[in-house]
């Protein structure tokens, strides 16, 4: 039996108990029989969280993009490797032969060489979901470059912020991007931000869209003639197991976003292993998942775990909207996609919609149906499996984190019995604990609490870059020896877990990790506004939806409420993006606040949710009377 492949239920177990009993054996036997290695490791793993410190692989010396591409060369020259979709159903789909990936990241990386990029230096990738995108990121790693990919739908001053922080040399961008029937024209956005950014020495700008726009001299240059010009061939900088890979920005509750730092060896190691198990993966098959590049999901599963194992990985440029609802269906069965992963997002918003658009498509050769981001409910996990998976393919829902690297908590499809809004059973290799307020692991089933880690796998984020402190206050505080995720959950009779949601001020919008206090500053700074707490509420389609109280600093001020409001929305898309915005804004004289000055947001969730009829213990409460009128004017 090898460790890598699991085929049924027992050999899951058997794994699982290996895995827990020696996990140093259990890596170690995978990563010898998958992965070329330049040196052999000295040490698996050595760890201790109370530092936090977590190494795999020690000693150990490789490049992630040998083992992503060329060692796939010889057997797979001429599989597709990256299959890419465009927005417009109309331009035709590329195949890019692993052979063709080969030369193509290598040529960006001679590129990036010849601009002065070396090892450990970091580049920031703003960029649509065009081949560029995944072909910089990988020429980054082929280099030894730490890549920074900034979701493209980020403001300006998002993607400042970003640069700055991890002190980017350069920018990799595009002169726009297509998203449905709209352009987005990506390069006024990146020059705005680096107005901001003097470290920034190089924008280098891939052509999407044909748009006329400005290139500073000096700093921006054409990607393509640099790319046509290159060599062809790069050999690969071989890095030690924990050199960085990459820096990937999340929210926290509270301050700046949290620069995730990712190693390489344990990272490749974990990512290409679920891979390969929680979708099943076969050697002829297409496999989709439909996030962008710009989010962990990209990076593990659109990226890095695929390639690692030879597979073919749609890149999709467009929406599930544009130019109908039936868009996703249609590349489906245009490509006869196998395993499909996407979001509970897309998938209420598509159930919304009916099944007209889904009967005009064969989806026969579906096997695997993904989901990931936020807790699935029952309603949109039925219309998954019932329409789309035709009750023939299994769903995993798979639970995990841009810091875990690669996903944690998933079903093993055609092994475990799926159940809805389970995410069910650990994989190999991770121990989860549910915790009590007072930090005492729950034992047994059929309980719930804060749901821990207590034994390091090989993907999780190494650090916060550039702020180990906050790494350990964030993730190795709450709980004495063990990693916190955030997250609330159960586990049940036969010892499933279902995540019920963050327990922290996190709010998940769409399957986008929003911290509320990044939001209320950014409504703060507008000069009418003198305080504002955001809390999320149930939304039919977004999962949750934003819900802002907002304390103006001159009530009798006879503005306009509305145009308030639209101005409050727009410093939010300025300085976070669009997808922050507010659904509903609430004027109000006051918020509730405890006696030390602590904003009691579960009575602004309840009033949010329209769920008032017990709004608990508010005897802490400095200003109780202010309750009853935000009740009274709530929208
Ligand atoms: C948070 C992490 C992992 C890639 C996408 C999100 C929530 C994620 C599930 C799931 C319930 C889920 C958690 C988690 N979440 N997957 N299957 N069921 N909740 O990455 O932006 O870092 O967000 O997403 O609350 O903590 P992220």
């Known amino acids: 039996m090898s460790n890598y492949h699991i085929?049924?239920?027992?050999?899951?177990?058997?794994?699982?108990?290996?895995?827990?009993?020696?996990?140093?054996?259990?890596?170690?036997?995978?990563?010898?029989?998958?992965?070329?290695?330049?040196?052999?490791?000295?040490?698996?793993?050595?760890?201790?969280?109370?530092k936090p410190e977590v190494k795999w692989f020690e000693g150990a010396k490789l490049n992630i993009t040998e083992n992503c591409i060329d060692r796939h060369l010889h057997i797979r020259g001429d599989k597709t490797a990256i299959l890419f979709e465009p927005n417009d159903p109309d331009e035709e789909a590329e195949h890019i032969s692993y052979r063709d990936l080969h030369e193509r990241v290598c040529r960006f990386a001679n590129v990036l060489k010849g601009k002065g990029i070396q090892k450990g230096d970091r580049v920031v990738i703003y960029l649509p979901m065009i081949p560029e995108l995944a072909i910089s990121v990988l020429a980054c790693a082929r280099i030894g470059a730490i890549h920074s990919v900034v979701f493209a739908g980020f403001s300006s001053t998002a993607l400042a912020t970003r640069i700055n922080d991890c002190d980017a040399k350069?920018?990799?961008?595009?002169?726009?991007?297509?998203?449905g029937a709209k352009t987005i024209a990506l390069k006024e956005i990146v020059d705005d931000a680096l107005k901001e950014c003097p470290g920034v020495k190089t924008v280098l700008v891939a052509k999407r869209i044909n748009s006329d726009i400005h290139m500073e001299a000096g700093r921006d240059e054409w990607?393509?003639?640099?790319l046509d010009t290159a060599y062809a061939?790069?050999?690969?900088?071989?890095?030690?197991?924990?050199?960085?890979?990459?820096?990937?920005?999340?929210?926290?509750?509270?301050?700046?976003?949290?620069?995730?730092?990712?190693?390489?060896?344990?990272?490749?190691?974990?990512?290409?292993?679920?891979?390969?198990?929680?979708?099943?993966?076969?050697?002829?098959?297409?496999?989709?998942?439909?996030?962008?590049?710009?989010?962990?999901?990209?990076?593990?599963?659109?990226?890095?775990?695929?390639?690692?194992?030879?597979?073919?990985?749609?890149?999709?440029?467009?929406?599930?909207?544009?130019?109908?609802?039936?868009?996703?269906?249609q590349v489906v069965e245009k490509h006869k996609?196998?395993?499909?992963?996407?979001?509970?997002?897309?998938?209420?918003?598509?159930?919304?919609?009916?099944?007209?658009?889904?009967?005009?498509?064969?989806?026969?050769?579906?096997?695997?149906?993904?989901?990931?981001?936020?807790?699935?409910?029952?309603?949109?996990?039925?219309?998954?499996?019932?329409?789309?998976?035709?009750k023939k393919c299994p769903i995993v829902d798979t639970w995990w984190q841009t810091e875990t690297g690669g996903i944690l908590i998933s079903p093993i499809p055609f092994s475990t019995p799926t159940k809805?809004?389970?995410?069910?059973?650990?994989?190999?290799?991770?121990?989860?604990?549910?915790?009590?307020?007072?930090?005492?692991?729950?034992?047994g089933n059929q309980v719930d609490g804060r749901l821990c880690v207590k034994f390091p796998w090989p993907s999780m984020a190494r650090t916060i870059w550039g702020n180990h402190q906050r790494y350990k206050d964030t993730y190795f505080s709450a709980f004495e020896n063990k990693y916190f995720t955030g997250d609330g959950a159960l586990r049940d009779e036969v010892g499933y877990y279902r995540i019920t949601g963050r327990v922290d001020d996190v709010i998940i919008v769409s399957g986008h990790n929003l911290g509320t206090a990044p939001i209320e500053d950014?409504?703060?700074?507008?000069?009418?506004?003198?305080?504002?707490?955001?809390?999320g509420f149930p939304h039919d389609v977004k999962g949750n939806a934003l819900y802002g109280y907002v304390i103006l600093k001159d009530t009798g001020e006879s503005r306009d409420r509305d145009n308030l409001r639209k101005e409050i929305n727009q410093q939010i898309a300025d300085k976070i993006g669009p997808i922050a915005k507010l659904d509903k804004i609430q004027f109000t004289p006051g918020l509730p606040k405890t006696r030390s000055g602590k904003i009691m947001r579960r009575i602004l969730r309840k009033i949010a949710s329209k769920d008032t009829s017990n709004l608990g213990d508010t005897s802490t409460l400095l200003n109780p009377e202010v309750v009853q009128k935000i009740m009274e004017e709530a929208l």
């Open 522 to 535: 950014a409504i703060n700074e507008h000069p009418a506004v003198a305080e504002s707490a955001i809390v």
């Open 170 to 179: 350069m920018v990799l961008t595009s002169d726009g991007s297509y998203r």
């Open 420 to 443: 809805p809004t389970y995410a069910t059973l650990p994989m190999p290799g991770v121990q989860p604990a549910l915790m009590d307020e007072n930090g005492k692991e729950i034992s």
């Open 233 to 329: 061939d790069c050999s690969p900088e071989i890095v030690d197991s924990e050199d960085p890979l990459f820096i990937l920005y999340t929210s926290g509750s509270t301050g700046k976003p949290k620069g995730m730092l990712h190693t390489t060896a344990g990272y490749m190691v974990y990512t290409a292993y679920t891979f390969k198990n929680v979708f099943q993966y076969r050697e002829d098959d297409v496999y989709w998942c439909t996030a962008d590049i710009g989010w962990i999901t990209g990076h593990s599963y659109i990226v890095y775990g695929p390639l690692a194992n030879g597979a073919t990985t749609v890149m999709f440029e467009g929406v599930p909207s544009y130019p109908d609802f039936g868009r996703f269906w």
């Open 337 to 390: 996609v196998n395993q499909f992963y996407t979001a509970p997002t897309a998938i209420r918003a598509l159930a919304k919609e009916g099944t007209v658009h889904l009967e005009k498509y064969d989806l026969s050769s579906l096997k695997v149906l993904g989901t990931v981001g936020e807790p699935i409910n029952e309603e949109a996990w039925h219309w998954y499996n019932d329409h789309v998976g035709d």
């Open 223 to 226: 990607l393509q003639p640099l």
């Open 7 to 50: 085929k049924n239920l027992q050999e899951y177990f058997q794994l699982y108990r290996k895995s827990v009993r020696n996990p140093e054996l259990f890596w170690e036997e995978i990563a010898e029989e998958n992965f070329v290695w330049r040196k052999r490791w000295d040490s698996v793993l050595s760890w201790d969280f109370t």
